[in-house]
């Protein structure tokens, strides 16, 4: 069963940098998406950033500039590279896996906390 783990959230300054990682153990699949969803108080979980493993990338427009989604697919992990914070980004961020090939499958990690102050 495949499994995602989160880390790299914590507390930083408004115009600050964070990394957050996710790594997958197991497999799954060699089509596939990986990427980063986050849920803030009191509004829905929304997409930041997805990674197909054929290259092509998706971002939310209020990260476009500022996030880059990467992966190292030998590793089997995902990265979220945070530019240039601002205290809107404050929200629980969860890594999600999603496969393609074969049986059609999603996963999520259990989310790791970013906060940006003022």
């Known amino acids: 069963q495949v499994q995602l783990v989160e880390s790299g959230g914590g507390l930083v300054q408004a115009g600050g940098s964070l990394r957050l990682s996710c790594v997958a153990s197991?497999?799954?699949?060699?089509?596939?998406?990986m990427g980063w969803y986050r849920q803030a108080p009191g509004k829905q979980r929304e997409l930041v950033a997805v990674m197909h493993s054929g290259g092509s990338t998706n971002y939310a427009d209020s990260v476009k500039g500022r996030f880059t989604i990467s992966r190292d697919n030998a590793k089997n992990t995902v990265y979220l590279q945070m530019n240039n914070l601002k205290p809107e980004d404050t929200a629980v961020y969860y890594c999600?896996?999603?496969?393609?090939?074969?049986?059609?499958?999603?996963?999520w990690g259990q989310g790791t906390q970013v906060t940006v102050s003022s």
């Open positions: 197991g497999s799954i699949g060699s089509d596939n998406a």
């Open positions: 999600n896996a999603h496969r393609f090939s074969g049986v059609m499958r999603s996963y």
